[in-house]
Structure formats: structure tokens, C-alpha cells
């Protein structure tokens, strides 16, 4: 049975005993949203056979001219991009016989460093085992995509790959760049083909059209990512995506409930959507590496023991911009959070107590 309820600036739809369920939530999510932060969300729960249930809520733009969010509001997805996008096409790779995790990166990249300490693969890039440092703002000092692979590979120079888990977005500009020369395509052509197409999710994209503005949750406001102040608003808040044109393996994918739905239901449900092997779904949960409490599968992370008690296998990740993804195999959910929380200004501290507090108060009703 399906019930919809509104509860102040949030809207809620899906199954009614789940609804009812999690009223404390949306009283919480609404008195967040009349107080300002985050401006705007999106949360779906998804099922094996789609959106169970769902919210919206917000402003999309809250400078200037409000514009109310919807639930087509699409978001800048920022690191969600390395999983939806770079590591499903890596593993489609993998399957499909056209590349090993083993493989050398330089086998791919000529341009990569050798390294007197053994060669950086691809899964140490998936693992973040690479050695990279986290992050350099190369649109800084470098023009144009010839000079930031450069710049990136200047970075690799002297590094040692190994098992110690060191997050760097360094890694997933590699791998979108070696996927380019396996695949034969641009990245997001090849995304669009393989992944967004097959599973209808219409409108997941890198570079949304300018016309679609206003259909796009805004990012920050005079922020660290750009060379002048500025508001970000239908392009990719992350300032190195942006020097790359928009498409990049780390950052750059935008995309609303309905498709991340869609691609959740895909790692559900497997044998039925057929983007992904089922073995292949299986190797993204199976630990890799960890350093602390960054416990890592393929590309993923692995327990978020922070998050509430979600079972053994599952699987999850945040973007800067507020986005994040969970996906329980063994509860048969996953869990879709799309924010805007860095508008028009970051909070970064209340926009991982919000996180904990979904995530945590979803555990209690369904895993």
C-alpha cells in the first residue's frame, strides 16, 4: 500500500508502513530544511524491484530567485561519479576481457612514471594503494588536459604503491583517462552507451545542457574551485573536472533520485539488469585494503560502522558536494541521498551529521 504525506517543506511518498515507520525522520528532515541546511534533498530508498519510497524538499537555488527543488532536480554528483560511472565501466572492462586490475597503469598511460618501487596498477588506483597524495588543485597552474596529465603524472614520480588506503582523487583522473585508451571513447560517451542508456536513467550526464539550469541543484558560492568568485550552477562544482571540460573519472556526473534509483536497483538485482555480472557485483563488496577505519572494496568503501548496523557486504560512498550512496545485497536496499549541502556555503561537519542521521535512522527500519 502506497501513501503520500507532505511534512512542512517535505514531500514523501512509497510504502505506507515504511512512512509511517520513519516519521521522527521527516520531522527532522523538514526542520532542517525551514532552518536553511541543506538547502535542498532528495532521498530514495530502492528495492530490488525499484523506489520503494522517496523525499524532496528544498530550494535548488537559494541566491538570487529561489527555485524550488522537484524530484527531477538533478545533482552534481562530484565523487559519486568514481563509482556510478568509473568503476562500473572498469569492471564491465574486466569482464568483457579488455583490461586486467593487474595491469600496469603505464601499459595504458605511457605517460605514467616508473617506479623503482613496482608498478602502480589499476587496482591500486580502484584501491586508493597507489601512493597519491588526495588532491592538488592543478586548474590552478595548469591549462587545458595535456598539462594537468602531466602535472598528474609529476605527482605519481617517486610514489610506492602498496596496501596503505590514502583516498586521492589522483587515482580516478588516471583511471578515467586509462578507461578513454582501453575503451576506445571518451568517458562519458562510453558511460552514456554502457550505463546510463541500458538502465533508462535519462538523465545522468556529464556538461548538462546550459538550457537545463534551472533543473540543476546550484553548488557554491564564491568557493576555492574556480579562479573567480562566482556562483556554480549547471556545471561541475569541482574546479579540476571543470579545467577538464566537465568530464572526469573522479568528478563530473550529474543525476537525479530516479537514475541513481535505477543504478542501484542494477547492483541489486543483477542477473536481471545485466550492466553488471553478478560476480563482478560480488568482487565490489569483497575487501581489498584498509588503513584504519577505510575499509575498501573495488573503488568502494566497505562497513560504515558510522552509519548504523547495515549487514556484512555493504557497500557505500559520499561526494563532496553532499551526495552519497549505500547499497545492502544482503537487506536487498540501497539508499540514495542527494544534497546540495555546499550552497550557497559549506558545512561540511553538519553535512556528515546528516548523513549519520539518515543513514542511521534508516538502518533501524530496514536492515
Known amino acids: 500500500?502506497?501513501?503520500?504525506?507532505?511534512?512542512?517543506?517535505?514531500?514523501?511518498?512509497?510504502?505506507?508502513?515504511?512512512?509511517?515507520?520513519?516519521?521522527?525522520?521527516?520531522?527532522?528532515?523538514?526542520?532542517?530544511?525551514?532552518?536553511?541546511f541543506p538547502p535542498s534533498l532528495a532521498l530514495?530508498?530502492?528495492?530490488?524491484?525499484?523506489?520503494?519510497?522517496?523525499?524532496?524538499?528544498?530550494?535548488a537555488c537559494a541566491v538570487g530567485t529561489?527555485?524550488?527543488?522537484?524530484?527531477?532536480?538533478?545533482?552534481?554528483l562530484a565523487s559519486l561519479t568514481k563509482v556510478v560511472c568509473t568503476v562500473t565501466l572498469t569492471l564491465q572492462a574486466v569482464t568483457a576481457g579488455r583490461w586486467a586490475l593487474a595491469d600496469p597503469v603505464r601499459r595504458w598511460l605511457p605517460g605514467f612514471p616508473r617506479l623503482p618501487g613496482g608498478a602502480t596498477t589499476i587496482w591500486h588506483l580502484l584501491t586508493h594503494t597507489s601512493g597519491l597524495v588526495p588532491h592538488r588543485p592543478f586548474f590552478e597552474t595548469c591549462s587545458g588536459r595535456p598539462a594537468i596529465e602531466t602535472a598528474v603524472y609529476?605527482?605519481?614520480?617517486?610514489?610506492?604503491?602498496?596496501?596503505?588506503?590514502a583516498y586521492s582523487d589522483l587515482n580516478f583522473l588516471l583511471l578515467g583517462w586509462a578507461l578513454e585508451r582501453c575503451l576506445g571513447a571518451p568517458l562519458d560517451t562510453s558511460f552514456a552507451a554502457q550505463v546510463a542508456r541500458p538502465l533508462g536513467m535519462a538523465r545522468a550526464r556529464f556538461r548538462p545542457a546550459p538550457a537545463d539550469r534551472g533543473r540543476v541543484a546550484a553548488t557554491e558560492l564564491d568557493g576555492d574551485q574556480r579562479l573567480a568568485p562566482g556562483l556554480v550552477w549547471g556545471e561541475v562544482h569541482d574546479g579540476n573536472a571543470h579545467a577538464?571540460?566537465?568530464?572526469?573519472?573522479?568528478?563530473?556526473?550529474?543525476?537525479?533520485?530516479?537514475?541513481?534509483?535505477?543504478?542501484?536497483?542494477?547492483?541489486?538485482?543483477?542477473?536481471?539488469?545485466?550492466?553488471l555480472e553478478p560476480a563482478a557485483v560480488e568482487l565490489l563488496a569483497t575487501r581489498q585494503a584498509a588503513t584504519g577505519d577505510d575499509v575498501r572494496g573495488i573503488g568502494w568503501r566497505l562497513e560504515p560502522d558510522a552509519w548504523g548496523r547495515w549487514p556484512e557486504g555493504t557497500v557505500w560512498h559520499t561526494?563532496?558536494?553532499?551526495?552519497?550512496?549505500?547499497?545492502?545485497?544482503?537487506?536487498?536496499?540501497?539508499?540514495?541521498?542527494?544534497?546540495?549541502?555546499?550552497?550557497?556555503?559549506?558545512?561540511?561537519?553538519?553535512?556528515?551529521?546528516?548523513?549519520?542521521?539518515?543513514?542511521?535512522?534508516?538502518?533501524?527500519?530496514?536492515?
Open 1 to 36: 500500500m502506497k501513501a503520500s504525506t507532505a511534512v512542512g517543506m517535505l514531500a514523501v511518498e512509497g510504502d505506507a508502513e515504511l512512512v509511517e515507520a520513519l516519521a521522527p525522520l521527516w520531522s527532522e528532515l523538514s526542520s532542517a530544511l525551514e532552518e536553511g
Open 44 to 59: 530514495g530508498v530502492v528495492g530490488r524491484d525499484g523506489l520503494r519510497l522517496s523525499a524532496h524538499g528544498g530550494l
Open 66 to 76: 529561489p527555485v524550488p527543488a522537484t524530484p527531477a532536480t538533478a545533482y552534481d
Open 154 to 165: 609529476g605527482e605519481a614520480a617517486g610514489t610506492t604503491p602498496g596496501d596503505v588506503v
Open 244 to 275: 577538464l571540460g566537465g568530464v572526469a573519472g573522479h568528478a563530473g556526473l550529474f543525476a537525479d533520485l530516479d537514475d541513481l534509483a535505477r543504478f542501484v536497483r542494477a547492483l541489486l538485482a543483477p542477473a536481471e539488469l545485466g550492466v
Open 319 to 367: 561526494g563532496f558536494t553532499g551526495t552519497s550512496l549505500l547499497v545492502a545485497p544482503a537487506a536487498g536496499v540501497g539508499v540514495v541521498l542527494l544534497t546540495n549541502a555546499v550552497h550557497p556555503r559549506r558545512r561540511l561537519d553538519d553535512q556528515a551529521a546528516l548523513r549519520t542521521l539518515v543513514h542511521r535512522r534508516l538502518a533501524g527500519a530496514l536492515a
